[in-house]
Nanobody, 124 residues
Framework: QVQLVESGGGSVQPGGSLRLSCAASEYNIACMAWFRQVPGKEREGVAA????????TYTDSVKGRFTISRDNTKNTLYLQMSSLSSEDTAMYFCASNNYCSRTFPLDVSTYAHWGQGTQVTVSS
């Protein structure tokens, strides 16, 4: 069972930047993703990375502002976030699976393993 541990969340002013990290306990991973959720709403896929070929995809609202990447030597996934707004305020979750369909890369059903989440708050 892969264990995922997120870090890097916190409070930031609008327009600011933040980098989230997700450390994985195993290397048998085919895809990883970041999701976010606010109370009362469904978990939303933010960005996904397929490790075999480096394919990445983003939800429209973060394109050009967020970048997903991975350090293979550290087995750690990152989400670099910039130009943050209050609409980005949410609990952010890391997810992974060792077999990944390309059909729905930002759907919760694609991922079997989840971290506990890290809170991001964007406020002045």
């Amino acid at each position: 069972q892969v264990q995922l541990v997120e870090s890097g969340g916190g409070s930031v002013q609008p327009g600011g930047s933040l980098r989230l990290s997700c450390a994985a306990s195993e290397y048998n991973i085919a895809c990883m993703a970041w999701f976010r959720q606010v109370p009362g709403k469904e978990r939303e896929g933010v960005a996904a990375l397929y490790l075999a070929d480096g394919y990445t995809t983003y939800t429209d609202s973060v394109k050009g502002r967020f970048t997903i990447s991975r350090d293979n030597t550290k087995n750690t996934l990152y989400l670099q976030m910039s130009s943050l707004s209050s609409e980005d305020t949410a609990m952010y979750f890391c997810a992974s699976n060792n077999y990944c369909s390309r059909t729905f890369p930002l759907d919760v059903s694609t991922y079997a393993h989840w971290g506990q989440g890290t809170q991001v708050t964007v406020s002045s």
